[in-house]
Every structure is written in structure tokens, then in C-alpha cells.
């Protein structure tokens, strides 16, 4: 990079500067450091991020044909979006001629809750509507000519849901820097019976036939909730709600990297990195490497800066010379706390050829962790240069 700058005196500078670091350092890690947090503010930011989650379990809908299957099951993910899932038809043959098929009506939760488990494990809670007859029987019979159609006898084939839990059990875990979930492994529980009696003559059919039942909305729930929770969108938002509940324990800028439970808080390990401020650098040196000196124009005069940092990070560094112009910025970088050593060239040509006094100070600019910006000016470094009456590789001839 080359400025032409008209000095004072009537001679005129060319001024190149040249900076590239030599690293010789050593590592540096952010503090680690284990804070208290309160396991009611986590999990009330659990809540805070997921009270809107809820499970409808339904496939009953108007007949068509000899079914009355239309799937409307879904979860409804803390956004509002939905993520449908599906409940199997169940069909029972009585006798050859003879069948009955059950839906799942209108089977809803009524609310979602977090709660603390042992360790560092979460349980989420869904609690479910009691509707009643949640699951409708349907009677189909076997005509002569072999087609089927829906039995004219009136009688009850409907079961109760009862008793229906679903509960997810969750393990804390460090998520974008902060605190979120993993593994969620959901159990479905409930009671399923049919008071007719029909089913108390035969009890055995009516108990598979529940069974059957219950097994397809118990997989199909599990199944949903595990894959709807496993979403990176659910995680995200959790993390997002922890990190707003929680800043007077954990700095936005920390990075979680463990998590532990003691007694009614929860035990985080977090990275705190360095802070970067006015004392991050330091100009260990900055000197002209010849004092004086007769010099083919332009010519350059050198200087040796070493400077320190106590972390890694970045910034820019000009010269300031003698006619009060500074040079254009130029980068860089320490990828490591430690100390580098530069080596800074500005050229230099006059339009005589008697000695000339100069001098330059280099000047360091760097950005805090706290948005401010920070310099340090280093002392001058002064020199002599004379230009040489013959040019750099020139011949003489006497």
C-alpha cells in the first residue's frame, strides 16, 4: 500500500508499509468457571417454551364406503404449526359375517406441564380431556352377494379412554451456548374398556380388541411426540427461553459446556471469554532499525514493533510520521494470547541529497468485548536518511 504525502520542508515522501506478524505463543483457553442456577427458573423457562404444545388424537370421520377412517391426528408444535401423525383403523371380525371397526374420536390434551425429575432429567406432562366414549365402534355385516354393509342392529360398541397420561422424560443438556433438552422418550398410559354387555359375555374379545386399540394410539403418540420434540426448531426455542429467563445467572455471551444437579439447583459449567479492553494489548517495542543511514531513493526505512495481547483478537495499525499525515489502516490479527514481532518499511525519497530528519509513531487500534474502541500510540522513532547522488544499480563512469 503506498501514499504520496507533500511534507513541509519542500522534499516530498513515499511512504509503503509493510506489517505481518511471526507468532511464537502459547495457548489460551476462556475461564471456566460453575454457577448456581436455580432449577425452578429453568424449568419455568421450560414452560415458558412449550405450554403451548398439544397432542389430538383422531382418525373418526364421516363413512365412506365401509370405513369411517379420515386421520386428523397431529401435535402442535410451540409455534402453532401442526405435525400429523396417523392411528391405525382397527378392524375385528366377530364371525365370517360379521366385523366390527373402532376410531379414535376427538382424544385431546387439556394441558402441558415441566417438572424437575431426579438428576438432571425433566419430565414433560400431558394431561388429557375425559370425554368418555373417546373410541367409536362400527358393526359391519356380510350380505348374500358378499358385499358388506354397515349392520342395522343397534347396540353399543363404543370403549372409555380412562386414566390416559402421557408423560416425556428429557435429559438437560449444553444447546447454542446454553441450557436445552435431549433423548426425549415419551410412555403413553391408559385404560381401555367397553361397558356393554356384549363385552361381559365375551370378555376375552373385548380385552384384545382393547389391546389392539390402545396399542395403536400408544405407538402412534409415542412415536409423534418423540419425533416432534427431536425437531432442532423445539430445541432452539427452548435454548432461546432459557437464555432469556435466565442472564442474571449466565451471561448471554458464556457458553454452557456441562450440567449437573445439586440439590434445588442445577450445577452449569460455563466458558466465560476473555475479556478484550483497554489492557488487552501492549506495545512492547517499536524502534527504527538504523538510525542513519545514506540510502538509494526511494529507499526504505525500517522499523521493528513488538506488540503483546492478552487473548486472541484483532484490530488494525497505522503510522502517524512527522508531517502529521498517517498512513492507511492496516489489519491484524493474534489468533493467541502472546507476543509478535513485525517488521514496518515506509519508503522514503527526497529531492535533494542532503540528510533529512524524520520520524513516525505506529499507532494500534483494536475493538473491546464491550463495543469500544481502544488504541495505544506507541513513542517516536527517529532517524536520518540522505539519498545517495546515484541511483540503486546504476553504473558510474569516470
Not at 519508503?347 to 509513531?361: E, I, L
Request: hydrophobic share 35%; net charge positive; glycine share 6%.
Amino acid at each position: 500500500m503506498k501514499t504520496l504525502i507533500k511534507v513541509t520542508s519542500g522534499w516530498t515522501l513515499l511512504i509503503c508499509v509493510l506489517f505481518t506478524f511471526v507468532f511464537t505463543v502459547v495457548p489460551v483457553h476462556a475461564e471456566t468457571v460453575k454457577i448456581n442456577v436455580p432449577k425452578a427458573m429453568v424449568v419455568g423457562a421450560f414452560n415458558t417454551a412449550l405450554n403451548m404444545m398439544e397432542v389430538k388424537v383422531d382418525n373418526y370421520g364421516p363413512k365412506s364406503g365401509t370405513s369411517w377412517l379420515k386421520q386428523q391426528s397431529y401435535v402442535r408444535m410451540p409455534d402453532g404449526s401442526k405435525k400429523s401423525f396417523s392411528i391405525p383403523e382397527r378392524t375385528t371380525d366377530l364371525t365370517k359375517r360379521r366385523r366390527w371397526r373402532h376410531y379414535v374420536d376427538d382424544l385431546n390434551t387439556s394441558s402441558m406441564s415441566v417438572v424437575a425429575d431426579e438428576g438432571i432429567d425433566l419430565i414433560f406432562k400431558f394431561d388429557f380431556e375425559s370425554q368418555g366414549e373417546e373410541v367409536k365402534g362400527k358393526c359391519l355385516r356380510k350380505k348374500l352377494n358378499g358385499s358388506w354393509t354397515e349392520c342395522s342392529l343397534d347396540m353399543e360398541r363404543d370403549f372409555h379412554i380412562n386414566n390416559t397420561l402421557l408423560r416425556v422424560q428429557v435429559t438437560l443438556t449444553p444447546h447454542l451456548g446454553t441450557i436445552s433438552y435431549k433423548n426425549p422418550k415419551a410412555t403413553f398410559k391408559a385404560d381401555v374398556s367397553i361397558p356393554n354387555r356384549l363385552c361381559q359375555i365375551f370378555g376375552g374379545l373385548c380385552s384384545k380388541i382393547g389391546n389392539l386399540i390402545f396399542n395403536g394410539i400408544r405407538d402412534g403418540v409415542e412415536n409423534a411426540i418423540e419425533s416432534a420434540l427431536n425437531s432442532s426448531a423445539i430445541r432452539n426455542a427452548v435454548a432461546n427461553a432459557v437464555k432469556s429467563k435466565i442472564p442474571g445467572f449466565i451471561d448471554p455471551k458464556w457458553q454452557v459446556t456441562k450440567i449437573e444437579s445439586s440439590g434445588s439447583n442445577y450445577r452449569v459449567t460455563v466458558e466465560r471469554p476473555d475479556t478484550i479492553d483497554q489492557n488487552s494489548v501492549t506495545i512492547n517495542s517499536f524502534s527504527v532499525i538504523q538510525g542513519r543511514a545514506t540510502i538509494h531513493c526511494p529507499g526504505e526505512v525500517k522499523f521493528k514493533a513488538t506488540i503483546s495481547t492478552t487473548t486472541k483478537m484483532n484490530g488494525t495499525v497505522f503510522l502517524v510520521n512527522e508531517n502529521g499525515k498517517s498512513t492507511k489502516s492496516i489489519p491484524w490479527s493474534m489468533p493467541k494470547k502472546g507476543s509478535a514481532t513485525s517488521t514496518i518499511s515506509r519508503t522514503w525519497s527526497s529531492n535533494d541529497f542532503k540528510a533529512h530528519n524524520g520520524w513516525s509513531r505506529m499507532v494500534v487500534k483494536w475493538k473491546g468485548t464491550d463495543g469500544k474502541t481502544y488504541s495505544k500510540t506507541s513513542a517516536k522513532a527517529t532517524f536520518t536518511r540522505t539519498c545517495s547522488k546515484s541511483a540503486s544499480g546504476s553504473l558510474k563512469f569516470k
